[in-house]
């Protein structure tokens, strides 16, 4: 061949090789399955699981395409991370504290009676062992979480009678989710767990005399207030509750750095917007509950101290006999103590000085 010939034969093939490329990189296409715990386009909790699988997608350019299944479509609520678990979903997007029942230490990283708020969590997973820690959870289980925001401080509960004493909790029927249902049960109160939409009819038709769930923004768009007009906040039982993104790990561990490090971003991105949305909304929506008739107060004194009281001993007792969980609790509660310290000396007082400030 003269080398007049190679040259241009040569080019002619660089020239095709990005059209060849082309279908490779298509057929390399990731398609997940993402499983929700939330009903389809739910208020923050729903709809945040849709915009991390939207979020993801974009930030891939298009090199993952995930498939949303709300809660309840492809599997029940509560089954999201036994889902993932056994690969008949490749990821979920849920809270930790719906499968405490097969990790005890995942109670943790949603929340606790008198825990971590929102941004206190995020820290202690980020910088304070938290993460190591819940990789060591999951991982018999061939799952890898991840923190992915949350509510913010939630909301007592919605009762269809005043609550002026601690005896009037005595014989309470009650839909109360995580270690709140515990320390509820201490006080005499008979509780339950349902999933979101079936709030509404157990406190309609009188299975339960007062529910809980999220807080203002969450709990108007269920419609709560129309039938259990007594409003307390804040909950004792769920100062800052998280959510997670949680992939199987074979999914994950075949994944490339690159695309690792996307599905990472991703959480923490989507984390802070779901952050921002509850607390925007919680503000705005708070307001309109008093005007539609809801009654917003404080738990009685009586009542916050027995709360608190229970509060103690289901934690000390909730982690012992599961060595992750001890190791889990010891890290979390030496961090709570280290925070609220902190927030004595610096935020308690701020806020109530700029409450003085704008007169409210």
Known sequence: MKRRDFLKTGALAAAAAPALAAPALAQATLNLKLV???????PGVGTGAEKLAKRIEAMSDGKVKITYYGGGELVPPFEVFGAVSSGAADMGHTASYYHAGKVRAAMYYTTVPYGLEQTELS???????????????????????FYAGGS????????????????????????????????MRKLGVVTVLTPPPEIYPALQSGVVDAAEFVGPWNDVALGLYKIAPYYYLPAFHEPGAALEMIVNQNVWGNMSPSLQAIFASAAQAQGEDTIAEFR???????????????????FPDDVVAALGKASREVLEAYPKGDAVAEKVHASYVDYIKQCASYTKAMEERMYHDRAAVWGV
């Open 123 to 145: 820290g202690w997973i980020a910088y304070g062992g938290g993460q190591a820690l819940w990789d060591e959870a999951y991982a018999p289980f061939g799952v890898k979480p």
């Open 36 to 42: 929700g715990g939330f009903p389809r386009g739910f």
């Open 152 to 183: 913010g401080a939630q909301a007592g509960g919605w009762f269809k009678n005043p609550v002026t004493k601690l005896d009037d909790l005595a014989g309470l029927k009650m839909r109360i989710a995580g270690l709140g249902g515990d320390v």
């Open 280 to 298: 925007y909304n919680n503000t705005r929506v708070l307001a309109d509950l008093v005007s539609k008739g809801a009654k917003v107060s404080a």
